[in-house]
């Protein structure tokens, strides 16, 4: 295969696949369907020519009879008047007459065929057509309902451009939401841990906070059990050295925390 024919070839083959994917089924239907039609009044207008001919020469088959019967009854004249040439004459003449006649009945029989088999070819494909208008609507409404699946199927399952550029706009912002918090959670951890220091000094305040919260859940805890050893009669004298004592403790743990606090400030 020459390099010719190969461009040949591609270039066939590409305006083929360009002029299917532009082709609409449906057009090309309807441009059958007109032609068609246009064929069926072509064979008409055949079917009325034929049928105008045929009464043509019927008109000149009745205008010659009508001629030989006028130039009969004159040859009988001529006879009674005894005028025997007068009578041949006219008997030649019908003659001639009796011969165009023949001729314009066999034109007439050969027309008035055309015209059965035009008209029956007229009917046949009257039907046909009727049959491919059918058809093709039947075919064009196949087409459109698939057309119609095809994109709702394409909308569901992101097949198209549009669903498919909205499906990576949600999984890129999926995927750096993730990131975000997944980094979060890691600063956080890091600074629980301690591995990072909290420059906003938020972090001393809480664990401040938390001995001042311990401190105090634990009073509570001896206040609220000191009651119950009231209510049951157990030692009441000597649960309050302990308060004292917790009290005492609790002060001291305060002074300690403050002469630390202040040690560590200078």
Partial sequence: MSVFQRLSMVFKSKANKAL???????????????????????????VADVA?????????????????????????????QEREDLAREALTRRSGLQSQMDDLRQQHEQLQGEE?????????????????????ETIKANYTAAQAQTQISEAFSGISEEMGDVGMAVQRAEDKTSDMQARAGAV?????????DDVTGSSSKDDIQSELDNMASSSGVELELEQMKREVGQGSGDSTPQLENGGSGSAQTQSSSRSHRQGEDT
Avoid: C, H
């Fill in 20 to 46: 299917d994917s532009v082709e609409d089924p449906r057009e090309s239907l309807d441009y059958s369907y007109q032609k068609q039609l246009e064929l069926l009044q072509k064979v008409r207008r055949g």
């Fill in 52 to 80: 105008t001919s045929r009464k043509r020469v019927e008109m000149q088959i009745q205008q010659l009879e009508q001629q030989s019967d006028k130039l009969q009854n004159q040859s009988r004249q001529a006879l009674q």
């Fill in 116 to 136: 059965q088999k035009l008209s029956l070819a007229a009917q046949r494909l009257q039907a046909k057509v009727d049959s491919f208008r059918t058809r093709k």
């Fill in 188 to 196: 956080d951890e890091l600074l629980e841990s301690g591995a990072l």
